[in-house]
């Protein structure tokens, strides 16, 4: 009985320090987010920003402006390689249906 406590108590707390973690990864994105946004709502509101983005949409280039044109596919691309590089894939300290998920199952069920 000892033990099962001491199996379901770490568990537990590995599922609790799962979502501890992906709560933490939120609230990081969102502090990001409402900073960008709060910078953006500061720059939108100038002039300067308004000829920018006509501009921009337009692809036309202001006096000593050289213009570039990206297709779309190779910003996609690019936006990818950025996001598997800045955020890489993090290995899970539990997974269901891994060796110790087998384990558990035979300690707890019997099975």
């Known amino acids: 009985m000892f033990l099962y406590s001491v199996f379901n108590s770490v568990v537990i707390t590995i599922k609790k320090v799962d979502i501890l973690k992906n709560a933490e990864k939120e609230v ?13 709502i500061k ?10 983005e006509a501009r921009d949409r337009l692809n036309f280039g202001g006096k000593g402006e050289v213009v570039f044109v990206i297709p779309e596919p190779m910003i996609e691309y690019a936006k990818n390689e950025v996001n598997s590089i800045v955020n890489p894939k993090v290995e899970p300290v539990y997974e269901s249906g891994s060796n110790i998920d087998k384990w558990l199952q035979f300690v707890v069920l019997g099975v």
């Open 28 to 40: 990081n994105s969102l502090r990001l987010e409402n900073l960008n946004l709060s910078i953006g």
């Open 43 to 52: 720059d939108m509101s100038t002039d300067q920003y308004l000829e920018k």
